[in-house]
């Protein structure tokens, strides 16, 4: 199964600032799913993030507030913009990886202060 | 849409007894996946055991075993002999397609373990 490098795995960051979140993946990977858990809560995908094209976001997530980018097949960042406290939940990426199913990060705490 | 439901926000078990954690979804679809995930406090999303829809055979991985109900569209989780590392949240999860689409998670069932 792949495995996934997620950096930061936490971080306290002042409101109106901005944070990315970075995921390196050791093998390459068409798709890569971004996911916000508040807290206490389930897993809510922002984007999916294919490799040559824009990100695919949910409905409630827009680009401005959490643009995406994909350079290659095995990295991707994902920025949280002029970040607020309700902003402060766990982030995680994600890649299909066959058999396994699909391997998650090791998650990105983030409190907004 | 495309749903998952757990009833169960919190659940316990003894030691060595055998708990089963419930799970229902909902789509239109006849060919998916289920799944269902574990994340302990160091929050690591660790994939406990999956289920191919066309599939009839309930999938089991050691201790952990699935009741796959497709016509129910239920996918409960039994744990049996449980073990303090079992102590989590568990997610139950739907795919419509195998490795090419999103993870539909449902809300979660924190599981304690208790001596």
């Known amino acids: 199964s792949a495995v996934i490098s997620q950096k930061p795995s936490r971080d306290i960051c002042q409101r109106g600032t901005s944070l990315t979140i970075q995921c390196q993946v050791d093998?390459?990977?068409?798709?890569m799913f971004w996911y916000r858990q508040q807290p206490g809560q389930s897993l809510t995908l922002i984007a999916t993030?294919?490799?040559?094209?824009?990100?695919?976001?949910e409905s409630g997530f827009v680009i401005d507030k959490f643009p995406i980018s994909r350079p290659n097949l095995t990295f991707s960042t994902l920025t949280v913009s002029n970040m607020s406290p309700e902003d402060s939940s766990i982030y995680l990426c994600s890649v299909p990886t066959g058999l396994d199913g699909y391997t998650f990060g090791s998650g990105t705490r983030l409190t907004v202060v | 849409a495309q749903t998952v439901t757990q009833s169960q926000p919190e659940m316990s078990v003894q030691e060595a007894e055998t708990v089963t954690l419930s799970c229902t979804y909902d789509t239109s679809e006849n060919n998916y996946y289920l799944f269902w995930y574990k994340q302990p406090p160091s929050r690591q999303m660790i994939l406990v055991i999956r289920q191919e829809a066309y599939k009839q055979q309930n999938a089991t991985e050691n201790r952990f075993s699935v009741n796959f109900q497709k016509a129910a569209k239920s996918f409960s989780l039994k744990i049996s002999d449980s073990q303090l590392g079992d102590t989590a949240m568990y997610f139950c999860a739907f795919a419509p397609t195998y490795n090419t689409d999103k993870l539909i998670f449902g809300t979660g069932t924190r599981l304690q373990v208790f001596p």
């Open positions: 993030a294919n490799q040559g094209s824009e990100a695919t976001y």
């Open positions: 093998s390459q990977v068409t798709m």
